[in-house]
T-cell receptor, first 121, second 112 residues
Framework: GAVVSQHPSWVICKSGTSVKIECRSL??????MFWYRQFPKQSLMLMAT?????????EQGVEKDKFLINHASLTLSTLTVTSAHPEDSSFYIC?????????????????FGPGTRLTVL | DAKTTQPPSMDCAEGRAANLPCNHS???????VYWYRQIHSQGPQYIIH???NNETNEMASLIITEDRKSSTLILPHATLRDTAVYYC?????????????FGTGTRLLVSP
């Protein structure tokens, strides 16, 4: 199946700093990628939809100025947590639907990255 | 968006079949039922999906009731590595993009 990678796999940073997380589709192109956040013992919460060449679409309650998303190419989306605070500590996961190389994505399975664990001290 | 209801946890003995139920009584006619699982501290993994017919692949079988209001994921011979949280998701399509909304899932514990 298609492979999605994330970098870094874990990161520890000081409060007030910014952290960038990369999500790459390794063997397919993705015009759309999704970013999720997962707190301990909770389910995944969709944060935003990343669109190649255009602005991301954020879910209700997610601050777009705090969680900056850039989808600069068909294989890379980045999530930057700006001015991170301890409450931003979480497991961040990206995903991409296969078959999204065209304007109209096909309804195929979604491939998830391995996740990035962010700890803000 | 159609919501799903799953039991919070289930136990299964290794080698036995694991049957994970899911209720989705408000599902609409063109919505698919997807199953994913998440092993601890990893990204979710796709298992199977279906519309109205039963489906089977190398990982599992999906049984969907005739009225489509519920479904069951079957792992025919559970192993210890199948211990994970299993999510039943009804796919939401917004403006042509695929969007998955995760519920609380079922935590399956496979024991020796």
């Amino acid at each position: 199946g298609a492979v999605v990678s994330q970098h870094p796999s874990w990161v520890i940073c000081k409060s007030g700093t910014s952290v960038k997380i990369e999500c790459r589709s390794l063997d397919f192109q993705a015009t759309t990628m999704f970013w999720y956040r997962q707190f301990p013992k909770q389910s995944l919460m969709l944060m935003a939809t990343s669109n190649e060449g255009s602005k991301a679409t954020y879910e209700q309650g997610v601050e777009k100025d705090k969680f900056l998303i850039n989808h600069a190419s068909l294989t890379l989306s980045t999530l930057t947590v700006t001015s991170a605070h301890p409450e931003d500590s979480s497991f961040y996961i990206c995903s991409a639907p296969a078959g999204t190389s065209g304007i109209r994505p096909s309804y195929n399975e979604q491939f998830f990255g391995p996740g990035t664990r962010l700890t803000v001290l | 968006d159609a919501k799903t209801t799953q039991p919070p946890s289930m136990d299964c003995a290794e080698g036995r079949a694991a049957n994970l139920p899911c209720n989705h009584s408000t599902i609409s006619g063109n919505e698919y039922v997807y199953w994913y699982r998440q092993i601890h501290s990893q990204g979710p993994q796709y298992i199977i999906h279906g519309l109205k017919n039963n489906e089977t692949n190398e990982m599992a079988s999906l049984i969907i009731t005739e009225d489509r209001k519920s479904s069951t994921l079957i792992l025919p011979h559970a192993t210890l590595r199948d211990t994970a949280v299993y999510y039943c998701i009804v796919r939401v399509a917004v403006s042509g993009f695929q969007k998955l909304v995760f519920g609380t899932g079922t935590r399956l514990l496979v024991s020796p």
